[in-house]
Nanobody, 123 residues
Framework: VQLQASGGGLVQAGGSLRLSCAAS????????MGWFRQAPGKEREFVAA????????YYADSVKGRFTISRDNAKNTVYLQMNSLKPEDTAVYYC?????????????????WGQGTQVTVSS
């Protein structure tokens, strides 16, 4: 599986962005998908994950209620809708795929990673 993240950009605080992660490969629907982010000088952190079917999701406390993860297996794409953005959401956002059973851990995703897309939220 190859992953290609897109949709990042510059937005004012309170604004919204939708990230997309397009996957190649016939087994996309077999994987749990996740979004992670890494701010300058900080470690990469978990943001959200969605089960292979899309029926289960979970979020980091810092984004719960503001971000929504979804997937369209027919399009081999996972999305991250980000609303009410804050300056502290500024980071490079990465999508990842792994074959963990649900619920997956928030660390140790090793199978596949996308290249990252920059999100900058201005105050």
């Amino acid at each position: 599986v190859q992953l290609q993240a897109s949709g990042g950009g510059l937005v004012q605080a309170g604004g919204s962005l939708r990230l997309s992660c397009a996957a190649s490969g016939r087994t996309f629907s077999s994987y749990a998908m996740g979004w992670f982010r890494q701010a300058p000088g900080k470690e990469r952190e978990f943001v959200a994950a969605i089960s292979w079917s899309g029926g289960s999701t979970y979020y980091a406390d810092s984004v719960k209620g503001r971000f929504t993860i979804s997937r369209d297996n027919a399009k081999n794409t996972v999305y991250l809708q980000m609303n009410s953005l804050k300056p502290e959401d500024t980071a490079v956002y990465y999508c990842a795929a792994d074959s963990f059973p649900w619920p997956p851990p928030t660390t140790g995703w090793d199978d596949y990673w996308g290249q990252g897309t920059q999100v900058t939220v201005s105050s």
